[in-house]
Structure formats: structure tokens, C-alpha cells
């Protein structure tokens, strides 16, 4: 293997480069129970003003939505903003659903204040539990009955003297008037007490037969008649038996109502609906006193065939009477129903009935003058939903309607109850794409969301906000009723925040996953017996957690430990590289070494991606591959081109690969395969590379360091193992503490690089070629032998192209004169000129 040279720039990092703990001067306390309260706010700030302004701003259209990470206190910074800000607000008022007796299908909604839906619900209750009783003793009463019996003899005096008069008219007229069951007639008359037979009708003479006969008819007439007029009569007399049952149920009922009116004098909508209860009372009194209670009372939610004296019941469609403030609420199931009312029916008779006291208020309606929290995922999946909280706060008004009725499904007729006005704030809380996408495809989403309050992922790791980060985990572990925490311990789990933020100079805001931590934490800590939790209880809850998910990193570790997954970790190889690629299972992200080929042939200049070709590269590691091979272009194909054809591929990769992190691995294997240059395989790569060679960051570098130390360790550490890094990724690492121990012995090396020319030497060995002033590469460097291969493939190309050559081919590569090729930069930070054939 050839010595590892390392280039100018290139740095192999110090212990103490791998890891930043906690300053202790940063921590002047023993425990955390010194230490007061303090909310996630101060993480914040930004979204803390918005919120505020979007809080306090009472403009239609002014709701808010809050992206940030799932886990960063988002729910927990709005509510206690929302507590602090609306302490000495007055609860809103309470909403009750009445009968409009007018058209019941169109309940009548009542505002009413606070608590007092409550009593008129309780009073209404009262009126209906002694209505039924007042009803019966008013039709009941002996005045009632006395002046019914004189309606009823007064008719049948009336008919029965229009009949006796009718008679004796016909009597005059020598014609009786016979009544029998089967109806009433004319015959004629022998004498004036005793009719003709038909024997005797028939002896008298043809003209006295005649007389008779026109006699009868006419008084048949007439009976006919007044007959017509007895049912005009005797509606006359049922509507005086009517406006009779007014009377009493006015002078029964009347004092009921009367005795409720003076409480909610007030209350104009309230008196006025008392007031339609008396009428109704009085207009349908009769049918009232004959409605019949079932067992089960179903009667009572029917408004077509009897008529119920539940009628004059109150839904209490919002009790704010027990609310301290503007309600608060937090609708974790958002369905269609659930945000904005619903009409209940039930079952009777095979059919559906329902009334206004089934209808069932929403969140909208039970958040009405206050705040309501809804989750943005949650609510984008319900049918409807989105679009029914849009059109109730572009009417300001909460509409109930059932879905049935909104797509047509349903043609039956449907209560309609009045709508319910709104004010109040809606708060969205979702992820930052969910705002994005929504503020990109919905153009009704901005007029309704105005404020945007976006939570950070991370802080920065300042003396100050160590301190408050402390306060902070003692807040948690104080709230869920934990031990105590002691500094070391507290100083470990901001450690850990730093490596959950993959930044040592930041901490990451995910209080959710810190208290678990502390959970698992004392749990352990309350096994051992301990009055505090210290920093090995919060090692073993880290190690453990670890333990329970990374069942497949250790499968794959085993793979290639087993010689399944082909991994080197020593010796070299050409056109080889170790690359590393991370995955996230979960909360649980790990990385492997993947081994990176690259092949090289005639050909016109493309370097084919492979994972690109089976459809198993994403865009962004696409991208890399054309990064690197605009570079390799640039370098050395300004003035020739390239004769060659290469492949890069990850070998053993049978999922979708994305990322260009790789990309700074995949140009190593490039070069090494053109240069026939063998490379370590003790050294693992990560890195992106931009079109000019210089490195830049990646994610997850900590995790891809750990995972080639882990196999390396496993196969026996040799002291030429390592990783090579984005020298801008060292500002990130915050590296197990076997790592560093392996460090500092000098068992294993993490160097950081700027440019692929400081990779590449670190792998080969070899100088990357810097030209001095005549442009010329020093013959055996990197970029000489590159140049010296592409020159024999051009060569050759075009021998088999049948080209005739102008110049005799040369027994050695030399370098271009620096007025065909501009000379390179310094090497390992620069991009150097061209180096075709010539003297070195």
C-alpha cells in the first residue's frame, strides 16, 4: 500500500475537533432543582411575535398557522400564550337552539349570555313538566265544561228550531216533515196530524195530486238547503268552542309565561320566543291535550302526526357557563361533523326523524369567541373538512349541513337550522410542507391564514442558552415528576440535543424526544436507588434506546462482517472507493459503508450513472454524477476531448439511492479508474463536490463516521483506517466517545478536506500535480497519470477512427504550455490546469 501523503490543506482532525462538550462554567448550579421554570419560548422568538400579533389582531382573515417540526413544543407554546393573553377576557355567550314554530324545519337560534342558557334550558323544562297539568285542568275546569254544554245546546236548539219551523210551514201547506234514521222527507197530509197513505194519495183528484206534489218539492228545497247551512253552523260553533279553549289555556297557561317573562326582560329575542310559546300553547291546546305518551317517548321527537309539548323544550347548543375565558379548543379529530355541527336522527317506524333539540354543535360553534387549535394533516384527510372550515370563516358564519345534503346524496327533506355567526381565531398546526403546499395550491389559503408563526429547529449554542436549555430540561423533568437532574447529567443530555441538532454549535428544539429521554433517564436512575439522575443514567437511556431500534443496522453490519455486503477496510484497489450512506428508520438513523465502482473504456466523453439507468437514483444524486462529470470535463477536457466512456455504480444497492453525497467518492473512483491509480480501502469518503472540485457539506456525518468505525473496530482497528469529511462538516460533530477514544489513540483518523485534489491525495498517496509557472504537472502525480491516460485514449480512438495524426505519438506525457492551459491553483484547493502529454 502506498504511504498516505497528506496534501497542503488537508487536516487530520484532533480529539478534541470530534466532540464539544458542555462548558461548565456555563452550568453554575449542583442540580436542577435550583433552577426556576421556564417554557420552550425563548427557543422561539420569532414565532413567539407572530403568534402574539396574530392573537391580538381582531381583522377578519387574521388566523394563524404554525410550522415547525413535530415534537418542538408547538402545542405547548400556543397554549400558554394563548392563556397568558386572554386571562381577563369575559367567556363568550351561550347559544341555544329554540323551535321555530313558525317552520319547524328552521330551528331559531338564541344568543344569550353566559350561564344563562343553562337556566332558560332549566326553566323551559320546568314550563313543559307543568304545561301538560295547567292543559288538562283548563279543559278540565267546570266553567269550561258549563260553557261547552251551553255551545253544544245552543246548536242543537238552533237546528232544531230551524227544523220545527220548516215543519210547520209545510203543515200549513198540507205537507209534513218526517225525520227518521235514515234522513228526513216530505209527504202529504190527510188531516193536520196524520199523512195520506199512498192507497189515499192516489184517490184524490189528478190536480189536488199535482198541488201536493209541487208542494213537496218545493219544501224539499228548502231542506235542502238548510241542511247545507248546519256544517257552517257547526263550524261556527267549533271556533267559538275554539277561541273558548284559547281562553282558558290563555287564562291556565298565561300565568306560567307570565311568571317567566320578568327574568329575561332583558333579553328581547328571549321574551319574544316565551311569547310564541304561549301562542302556540293557545293554537294547538286541543291537539296537545290529546297527544299520548309512548313508553319510550318517541312521540315526543316527532313533529308531523301529534304535536308534543316537547316543542317548547331549549337545545343548549354551547354552555359557556363553566368556561373561564374564551374557550380553548384543541380538535384532535377534525371530521366534517365534528368541526362544523351536526343534525343527529334516530330510528322510528323504519324511518329517520330528528328535530332541533338532535342538533349538536361543532368545534367552530363550541370555540365561537375564542380559539380553535386544529392539527393541519388531521384535517386535510377528512372528506370536506378544509373546505368546509374555509367557507365557514370566508362567511364568518357556521352553517350546518350534512354531507348527504352537500353532494346530492340526499333528497329528503332536512332540518336547516339558522347559522351561527362566528368570531374567533383559528390556529393550524402542521409540518413547514404542509404550509407550503397549501400556500401554493390554494389560493383561499392566504386570505384566511395571514400569520405564519414558524418554529425553529434549533438554537444557537451560546452561553445563554445553555443556561436557559437547562432551565428548560429541569422544567420537563419537574412537570412529569421526575428525580432531580444533576449538572453532569444535565450537561450530557445538551449534548445530546447538539447531536440531535447534527450541529455541535446549535441544540435542536425536540423537547418531545429530550423528555422522553429523562423519562428513561430516571427510570433507570429510580432502579439504581439514586436520589438524582446523573449523566450514566442518561448514557444507559441512550444506549438503550439505541439497542431497541437498530435491529437492522446490525444486520447489515453482519452482512458485511460476514462477507455478504463486500466492504475492504484494508489494502487497495483501483476504481474502488469506500462511500457511506445513511438511512432513517424512524426516529433511528444509522449509516454502512457502501463500496463505489467506477469503469472506464473508449468511448465519447459520458459517464453513465447506473443507478440513474434501472430508475433507482433520485434527481439529487443524478445531479452529482453530472457535477462530477462536468469537472473531470473541465479539467481535462478544455482544449481535447474526452475519448473515454465511464460507469459509476453502488454496488450491492438494490433500493432507491438519493442524495450527492457521494458524489466526492464517486469522482475518487472516477480518476482512480482513469489513472489506473489504486486506492486505499482503509479510508471511507462522504462529500458532494460543485463543478469546480471543492467540497462541500453533507448531513448525517457523525452517523457515517460511527458506521466505518463500527465495521473497522469490529475487523480490528490498524491505525491507517478513517473517514475523510467536508472540512465544513466539522463544525457538526459531536462523535461517540469510542470513536474519540480511537482517535486519541491513534487507532483510527478522521481527516477533513476543501477539495477533491486533498481526497484524492489522501487516498492515493500521491501528490495531486501542482503546476508551477510554465504550467507544467510533475510527472507521477495524480493528474499526470489522468491526463497521460486520457491522452493514450484520445490516441487511440483516433486510430481506430482512421485519422490521419499530425504528430508522432510521445514516449512520455508532458504538460501544455500555460498559454493553451491556465495553470492551477494551489494544490488541494484550487482547480489546476489541463495536463495533456509532455515532459513533466
Not at 350534512?402 to 353532494?407: A, M, V
Not at 457511506?580 to 450513472?609: C, H, K, N, Y
Not at 489513472?675 to 482503509?682: D, E, K, N, T, V
Not at 452517523?703 to 466505518?708: L, Q, R
Amino acid at each position: 500500500m502506498p504511504k498516505i501523503v497528506e496534501p497542503s490543506g488537508a487536516e487530520q482532525l484532533s480529539p478534541g475537533q470530534l466532540y464539544t462538550p458542555c462548558n461548565p462554567d456555563h452550568l453554575p448550579f449542583a442540580g436542577s432543582e435550583e433552577l426556576a421554570e421556564i417554557g420552550a419560548e425563548f427557543a422561539h422568538a420569532r414565532a413567539v411575535e407572530a403568534l402574539r400579533f396574530g392573537l391580538d389582531i381582531r381583522r377578519p382573515g387574521y388566523n394563524l398557522f404554525v410550522l415547525g417540526d413535530p415534537g418542538s413544543s408547538r402545542h405547548a407554546v400556543v397554549h400558554g400564550l394563548i392563556a397568558t393573553g386572554q386571562r381577563d377576557d369575559k367567556p363568550p355567550a351561550d347559544w341555544c337552539y329554540v323551535n321555530n314554530f313558525a317552520q319547524a324545519t328552521r330551528p331559531t337560534l338564541l344568543k344569550l349570555p353566559a350561564g344563562r342558557g343553562r337556566a332558560l334550558k332549566e326553566t323551559m323544562q320546568d314550563f313543559v313538566a307543568e304545561l301538560a297539568t295547567a292543559i288538562s285542568a283548563a279543559f278540565e275546569s267546570n266553567d269550561y265544561r258549563n260553557k261547552i254544554d251551553a255551545l253544544e245546546r245552543e246548536y242543537k236548539k238552533r237546528e232544531d228550531e230551524a227544523l220545527h219551523t220548516l215543519g210547520e210551514e209545510a203543515k200549513a201547506h198540507g205537507v209534513a216533515l218526517l225525520q227518521a234514521d235514515d234522513g228526513m222527507g216530505f209527504v202529504p197530509l190527510k188531516d193536520r196530524d196524520e199523512t195520506l197513505s199512498e192507497d189515499e194519495f192516489a184517490e184524490l183528484p189528478e190536480e189536488k195530486r199535482n198541488e201536493l206534489q209541487r208542494e213537496i218539492e218545493a219544501f224539499e228545497e228548502r231542506l235542502t238547503q238548510l241542511v247545507r247551512e248546519f256544517p257552517l253552523w257547526r263550524r261556527e260553533q267549533a271556533a267559538r268552542i275554539k277561541e273558548l279553549s284559547r281562553d282558558a289555556l290563555g287564562l291556565a297557561v298565561g300565568h306560567l309565561i307570565d311568571e317567566i317573562q320578568p327574568a329575561w326582560a332583558d333579553l328581547p329575542e328571549v321574551t319574544a320566543f316565551l311569547d310564541a310559546c304561549l301562542e302556540d300553547v293557545v293554537s294547538t291546546g286541543e291537539a296537545l291535550r290529546e297527544t299520548k305518551k309512548s313508553e319510550d317517548e318517541m312521540e315526543t321527537l316527532l313533529f308531523s302526526g301529534s304535536i308534543s309539548v316537547q316543542r317548547y323544550l331549549v337545545n343548549l347548543f354551547v354552555d359557556n357557563a363553566e368556561t373561564a375565558g374564551p374557550p380553548v379548543i384543541c380538535e384532535d379529530h377534525p371530521t366534517f361533523p365534528n368541526l362544523i355541527g351536526r343534525v343527529e336522527h334516530l330510528a322510528h317506524l323504519g324511518v329517520l326523524v330528528s328535530n332541533f333539540t338532535l342538533i349538536r354543535a361543532g368545534a367552530l360553534q363550541r370555540a365561537n369567541g375564542g380559539t380553535l387549535i386544529l392539527d393541519a394533516a388531521r384535517l386535510l384527510v377528512q372528506p370536506y373538512a378544509w373546505e368546509g372550515l374555509k367557507r365557514a370563516l370566508g362567511s364568518a358564519q357556521a352553517r350546518i349541513e350534512s354531507l348527504g345534503e352537500i353532494y346530492g346524496l340526499a333528497s329528503t327533506v332536512q332540518l336547516e337550522p339558522e347559522p351561527m355567526p362566528l368570531d374567533l381565531k383559528v390556529i393550524l398546526i402542521g409540518e413547514r410542507l404542509v404550509y407550503y403546499l397549501l400556500a401554493e395550491l390554494d389560493p383561499d389559503f392566504t386570505q384566511l391564514f395571514k400569520i405564519a408563526a414558524d418554529f425553529e429547529s434549533d438554537v444557537e449554542r451560546s452561553a445563554e442558552n445553555t443556561q436557559l436549555y437547562a432551565r428548560l430540561l429541569a422544567t420537563l423533568a419537574r412537570r412529569d415528576g421526575l428525580l432531580p437532574l444533576a449538572r453532569d447529567a444535565i450537561a450530557r443530555t445538551i449534548e445530546h440535543a447538539a447531536r440531535l441538532a447534527d450541529d455541535a454549535a446549535r441544540l435542536s428544539t425536540q423537547t418531545r424526544v429530550l423528555a422522553d429521554l429523562l423519562r428513561e433517564a430516571d427510570h433507570y436512575a429510580a432502579q439504581a436507588g439514586a436520589a438524582r439522575i446523573e449523566r450514566q443514567h442518561v448514557e444507559q437511556a441512550l444506549v438503550a434506546a439505541i439497542r431497541r431500534a437498530d435491529r437492522i443496522r446490525e444486520q447489515q453490519h453482519s452482512a458485511i462482517l460476514r462477507g455478504l455486503l463486500l466492504i475492504a477496510t484494508d489494502g487497495t484497489a483501483v476504481g474502488q472507493v469506500n462511500g457511506l450512506a445513511a438511512a432513517q428508520l424512524g426516529d433511528f438513523s444509522f449509516a454502512q459503508p457502501a463500496r463505489i465502482t467506477a469503469g472506464v473504456r473508449l468511448g465519447e466523453g459520458e459517464v453513465v450513472d447506473i443507478e440513474r439507468e434501472v430508475e433507482l437514483g433520485g434527481p439529487l444524486h443524478s445531479k452529482g454524477v453530472l457535477i462530477l462529470s462536468a469537472f473531470l470535463a473541465t479539467r481535462f477536457g478544455r482544449l481535447t476531448p474526452l475519448s473515454l466512456g465511464a460507469t459509476l455504480v453502488f454496488e450491492q444497492s438494490y433500493g432507491e439511492i438519493e442524495g450527492d453525497s457521494a458524489s466526492l467518492a464517486e469522482l475518487c473512483a472516477l480518476l482512480s479508474a482513469i489513472a489506473l491509480l489504486p486506492l486505499s480501502q482503509s479510508l471511507a469518503v462522504t462529500g458532494s463536490v460543485n463543478q469546480h472540485g471543492v467540497v462541500q457539506p453533507i448531513g448525517a456525518v457523525n452517523e457515517k463516521i460511527e458506521g466505518f468505525f463500527d465495521i473497522c473496530k469490529a475487523r480490528g482497528l490498524t491505525g491507517r483506517q478513517g473517514v475523510i469529511i467536508p472540512a465544513s462538516n466539522v463544525q457538526h460533530l459531536m462523535l461517540r466517545h469510542d470513536v474519540i477514544e480511537a482517535v486519541a489513540a491513534g487507532q483510527f483518523a478522521v481527516y477533513a478536506v476543501d477539495h477533491v485534489d486533498q481526497a484524492i491525495a489522501l487516498l492515493s498517496g500521491l501528490p495531486t500535480g501542482r503546476p508551477d509557472a510554465q504550467g507544467n504537472v510533475p510527472e507521477g502525480s495524480v493528474n499526470y497519470r489522468v491526463a497521460e491516460q486520457l491522452h493514450e485514449m484520445a490516441a487511440t480512438r483516433q486510430e481506430f477512427g482512421g485519422v490521419e495524426r499530425k504528430h508522432k505519438r510521445p514516449a512520455k506525457p508532458r504538460a501544455r504550455p500555460a498559454k493553451e492551459a491556465p495553470p492551477a491553483p494551489a494544490e488541494g484547493g484550487g482547480e489546476p490546469g489541463e495536463p495533456p502529454s509532455g515532459q513533466g
